[in-house]
């Protein structure tokens, strides 16, 4: 089990994550959260990924608060300072990591994948991303900029973050010579999270958390 940590901003402002020890010498990542917020879910992750051998980190970008509707999680996503939880919060997750001498790499879903890929482009210091159906807009985060291995987990029923728009990001890191690790499922956004019976998908879930683990692990290790 983790617990809530204080590490600093490179701003020198200080922001709260759930941090997982996998034990001295393992690799990072930092795990970023869905829309709704920190919450158990995400929480579980973390200890899964702790569990497997990897050190896990994920900042608490809404400072405490979490959504109990969609409808109060699209308010709380919308009000969410993009730029700032980029370059402050989650750039200081990743430099507080990398102080245990170990590669780090970012995984996020939803919304926390769009902040992967943002992470993948802005961020120093990251070895490796796995991003879950989130892609940003390109003016704040071109994928074609990404020069670090990246792994995306996208299910061919999303209505938001369609498979059309997942072929363009696939064909934009492809024109600029990168070679993405690309997955589709046939299941609905969100369908790794199961506290969402609606969407939730158990075969396509531990099939993505596996080739997730296996892709952190290659590009992870010293």
């Excluded at 690309?182 to 609905?188: L, P, V």
Aim: charge should be negative.
């Amino acid at each position: 089990m983790g617990q809530m940590i204080t590490f600093q901003r490179p701003d020198g402002g200080h922001a709260q994550g759930y941090l997982a020890e996998a034990g001295p010498g393992t690799p990072g990542v930092i795990l970023i959260q869905e829309w709704w917020g920190l919450n158990d879910h995400i929480r579980n992750l973390v200890d899964r990924m702790a569990a497997a051998g990897i050190t896990t980190l994920a900042p608490d970008l809404y400072k405490g608060r979490l959504a109990s509707s969609a409808n109060e999680a699209s308010h709380m996503m919308n009000g969410l300072n993009f730029p700032d939880a980029t370059h402050q919060d989650l750039r200081g997750a990743v430099e507080h990591l990398a102080k245990r001498g170990a590669k780090v790499g970012v995984m996020g879903f939803c919304m926390g994948g769009a902040l992967t890929v943002a992470s993948a482009v802005h961020v120093p210091g990251l070895s490796a991303a796995v991003c879950f159906y989130g892609i940003p807009p390109a003016e704040f985060a071109n994928p074609a900029q990404i020069r670090i291995p990246f792994q995306g987990h996208f299910a061919s029923k999303d209505d938001w973050c369609t498979p059309a728009v997942v072929a363009k990001l696939e064909a934009a890191m492809k024109q600029a010579g990168q070679a993405p690790d690309i997955h589709h499922y046939e299941a609905h956004h969100a369908f790794v999270n199961q506290t969402r019976p609606e969407v939730y998908d158990a075969a396509c879930a531990q099939l993505a958390w596996d080739r997730t683990v296996a892709f952190l692990r290659q590009h992870l290790q010293a």
